[in-house]
């Protein structure tokens, strides 16, 4: 099993910054990639980034240029650094970490941060 706790999560205007932090714990040394996902009211949950245990980055068209993910193995967390925010990056933005063992694909969520931008 992997447990994620998310936090940094917050009300800001359009044009601020936030930086979210997910840290990971349990099973950890077979998490493939981890990221951040993101779920508006009634949407569908959409990816925004994620990072594989190679250093591979994927970004979301909406947020490149303006929101940056990292990751601190000595610290087991991953992080989504969000700049220059618009109104429509308002979300609950869920952590997310795929184990791979014994030929099966583990699926892991936090519980989720409010993000709300602000016009």
């Known amino acids: 099993q992997v447990q994620l706790v998310e936090s940094g999560g917050g009300l800001v205007q359009a044009g601020g910054s936030l930086r979210l932090s997910c840290a990971a714990s349990?099973?950890?040394?077979?998490?493939?990639?981890m990221g951040w996902y993101r779920q508006a009211p009634g949407k569908q949950r959409e990816l925004v980034a994620a990072?594989?245990?190679?250093?591979?980055?994927n970004y979301a068209d909406s947020v490149k240029g303006r929101f940056t993910i990292s990751r601190d193995n000595a610290k087991n967390t991953v992080y989504l650094q969000m700049n220059s925010l618009k109104p429509e990056d308002t979300a609950v933005y869920y952590c997310n970490a795929e184990r791979f063992a014994d030929g099966i694909l583990y699926d892991y969520w936090g519980q989720g941060t409010q993000v709300t931008v602000s016009s």
């Open positions: 990072i594989t245990s190679g250093g591979i980055i």
């Open positions: 349990g099973r950890i040394f077979s998490i493939n990639a």
